[in-house]
């Protein structure tokens, strides 16, 4: 009988992260100051992070150790399994065998607890008491606030009002975790003052909730604020998911035709998909497949541009595919997926062509998730589904062709949280949100005035 699920043995937990940036044929772009335009220094970046994730979001070494505090902590949910979605195979009667690395096994349910830990832990060894962030759907917010109560740090969530109220028992599991949560914009910054005269009944923006994190996190010694993607040093804790996975395809004597994750602010992604892009470097055939909604398409629509990650530009300037600072996509229901931006590196291994962008529509991604929960059992987060509809697509596309081939997914979080989204489809009332053409071009030539990085 074929395996259905392969587990690692805790003593094959990784050692070490894997830093793509040692890799580059062309180095990354410097992040820039939001005011002077100026590469930014290090010391730029300490009111915000702990000395030691400064040092890893510049770093060029390609191991970077894990603490042993870090593993500690990740052995209570890691090595997560690599399961075989054999019941899907059977539906779509595809000759392509579909694996899904299983994130969703973390506390809090997703991949994010895999960066969310070596932040708590780097910060409380550098004496701060307190960290800020922004959650959107909620899943960093969660994932933080789990990892605060691990290491005794105080944990500050604004949350995107949207989700706020689309998904209130996500905020209940951040108190649980002993947080404070804002829905944001909240009356707390002056960020979130200024976005309430404007529009009361704005739904709120991840970019809103970061200005207000940061502005809380500069205004106090004792606090610093922390990013659930889109950084270097995010992506960099992320890449144990796929280090593991290509243990545990070792184990089965398989390499991967093809790698495929969904796309936020590209940090599940990256996890997956970085170790696998080192072989790619070296020669190794993959194909590897980032997979965002057609509502906040930024790796298929938007320039490469530098950007602010937030609106009141308090952010560093990122070199990165950006929908521009201003745009607040349609409120769609996987909200981990409606921020404006792309990870730097993720961005640039598009440019380098090592990557593949595809977008997809809501209601094609929520049949996929159905068909998995139908076959598998397990629900998929909305945002897992964007990966599940393009994983479908290759393995009908390798039936067609008659071709064996081998997809591996990353199945980043469970939706359990997330059943408002599934009520909605189920009754017939999801629809596939129009983008909003006029505020997107706008929102594109916000970017203007900001400095250009250089063509390839
Ligand atoms: C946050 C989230 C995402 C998207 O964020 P990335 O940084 O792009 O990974 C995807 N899936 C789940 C379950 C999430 O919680």
Same mark, same amino acid.
């Given at each position: 009988?074929?395996?259905?699920?392969?587990?690692?043995?805790?003593?094959?937990? +990784?050692?070490?992260?894997?830093?793509?940036?040692?890799?580059? *044929?062309?180095?990354?772009? +410097?992040? $820039?100051? *939001?005011?002077?335009?100026? +590469?930014?220094?290090?010391?730029?970046?300490?009111?915000?992070?702990?000395?030691?994730?400064?040092?890893?979001?510049?770093?060029?070494?390609?191991?970077?150790?894990?603490?042993?505090?870090?593993?500690?902590?990740?052995?209570?949910? $890691?090595?997560?399994?690599?399961?075989?979605?054999?019941?899907?195979?059977? =539906?779509?009667?595809?000759?392509?065998? /579909?694996?899904? !690395?299983?994130?969703?096994?973390?506390?809090?349910?997703?991949? !994010? *607890?895999?960066?969310?830990?070596?932040?708590?832990?780097?910060?409380?060894?550098?004496?701060?008491?307190?960290?800020?962030?922004?959650?959107?759907?909620?899943?960093?917010?969660?994932?933080?606030?789990?990892?605060? =109560?691990?290491?005794?740090?105080?944990?500050?969530?604004?949350?995107?009002?949207?989700?706020?109220?689309?998904?209130?028992?996500?905020?209940?599991?951040?108190?649980?975790?002993?947080?404070?949560?804002?829905?944001?914009?909240?009356?707390?910054?002056?960020?979130?003052?200024?976005?309430?005269?404007?529009?009361?009944?704005?739904?709120?923006?991840?970019?809103?909730?970061?200005?207000?994190?940061?502005?809380?996190?500069?205004? &106090?010694?004792? =606090?610093?604020?922390?990013?659930?993607?889109?950084?270097?040093?995010?992506?960099? &804790?992320?890449?144990?998911?796929?280090?593991?996975?290509?243990?545990?395809?070792?184990?089965?004597?398989?390499?991967?035709?093809?790698?495929?994750?969904?796309?936020?602010?590209?940090?599940?992604?990256?996890?997956?998909?970085?170790?696998?892009?080192?072989?790619?470097?070296?020669?190794?055939?993959?194909?590897?497949?980032?997979?965002?909604?057609?509502?906040?398409?930024?790796?298929?629509?938007?320039?490469?541009?530098?950007?602010?990650?937030?609106?009141?530009?308090?952010? *560093?300037?990122?070199?990165?595919?950006?929908?521009?600072?201003?745009?607040?996509?349609?409120?769609?229901?996987?909200?981990?997926?409606?921020?404006?931006?792309?990870?730097?590196?993720?961005?640039?291994?598009?440019?380098? !062509?090592?990557?593949?962008?595809?977008?997809?529509?809501?209601?094609?991604?929520? %049949?996929?998730?159905?068909?998995?929960?139908?076959?598998?059992?397990?629900?998929?987060?909305?945002?897992?589904?964007?990966? /599940?509809?393009?994983?479908?697509? %290759?393995?009908?596309?390798?039936?067609?062709?008659?071709?064996?081939?081998?997809?591996?997914?990353?199945?980043?979080?469970?939706?359990?949280?997330?059943?408002?989204?599934?009520?909605?489809?189920?009754?017939?009332?999801?629809?596939?949100?129009?983008?909003?053409?006029?505020?997107?071009?706008?929102?594109?030539?916000?970017?203007?005035?900001?400095?250009?990085?250089?063509?390839?």
């Amino acid at each position: 009988m074929d395996e259905k699920k392969i587990i690692l043995p805790e003593r094959e937990l +990784p050692t070490h992260w894997y830093n793509l940036a040692a890799d580059l *044929p062309e180095p990354l772009q +410097p992040p $820039r100051h *939001p005011a002077t335009h100026a +590469p930014l220094t290090p010391a730029e970046l300490a009111p915000l992070f702990a000395e030691a994730l400064i040092e890893q979001e510049l770093s060029t070494e390609r191991w970077i150790e894990i603490p042993t505090a870090v593993r500690e902590a990740y052995r209570v949910w $890691r090595p997560s399994p690599l399961f075989r979605a054999t019941g899907l195979e059977a =539906a779509l009667e595809t000759p392509a065998e /579909i694996w899904c !690395k299983w994130e969703g096994v973390s506390p809090a349910g997703s991949h !994010k *607890p895999n960066s969310a830990i070596p932040q708590a832990y780097y910060n409380a060894r550098e004496g701060i008491r307190r960290l800020t962030t922004e959650t959107g759907a909620g899943q960093w917010g969660s994932s933080l606030a789990y990892a605060c =109560a691990q290491f005794g740090l105080e944990c500050t969530v604004y949350m995107v009002r949207i989700s706020f109220s689309q998904k209130p028992y996500r905020a209940s599991l951040m108190r649980a975790w002993g947080a404070t949560v804002f829905p944001s914009p909240s009356d707390q910054t002056g960020s979130g003052r200024a976005a309430l005269a404007e529009d009361p009944e704005t739904n709120g923006s991840l970019g809103i909730a970061i200005s207000e994190a940061v502005e809380d996190a500069v205004a &106090h010694d004792d =606090a610093h604020y922390a990013l659930g993607s889109v950084l270097n040093h995010v992506l960099l &804790h992320q890449t144990i998911i796929g280090l593991e996975t290509q243990k545990q395809f070792k184990k089965l004597g398989v390499y991967p035709d093809v790698v495929i994750g969904c796309c936020g602010g590209g940090s599940n992604f990256a996890g997956l998909a970085f170790p696998f892009l080192a072989d790619k470097f070296n020669g190794k055939e993959v194909r590897v497949i980032g997979v965002e909604p057609a509502a906040c398409p930024t790796l298929t629509r938007a320039p490469f541009a530098y950007d602010s990650g937030d609106v009141a530009m308090m952010t *560093p300037l990122l070199a990165m595919h950006s929908l521009g600072h201003t745009f607040v996509p349609p409120a769609i229901h996987a909200g981990g997926l409606r921020y404006h931006g792309m990870a730097p590196l993720v961005s640039h291994m598009l440019r380098e !062509k090592m990557i593949e962008a595809l977008s997809l529509k809501q209601t094609e991604c929520y %049949e996929a998730a159905l068909l998995f929960a139908r076959t598998e059992g397990f629900i998929p987060a909305p945002e897992t589904s964007h990966a /599940i509809a393009a994983t479908i697509r %290759e393995a009908r596309r390798a039936k067609e062709e008659g071709k064996e081939k081998t997809i591996v997914m990353n199945w980043s979080g469970h939706g359990l949280m997330d059943l408002n989204g599934y009520r909605a489809f189920l009754e017939g009332k999801l629809v596939d949100a129009d983008l909003p053409e006029d505020l997107l071009a706008r929102s594109i030539a916000s970017m203007e005035g900001l400095p250009k990085p250089p063509a390839l």
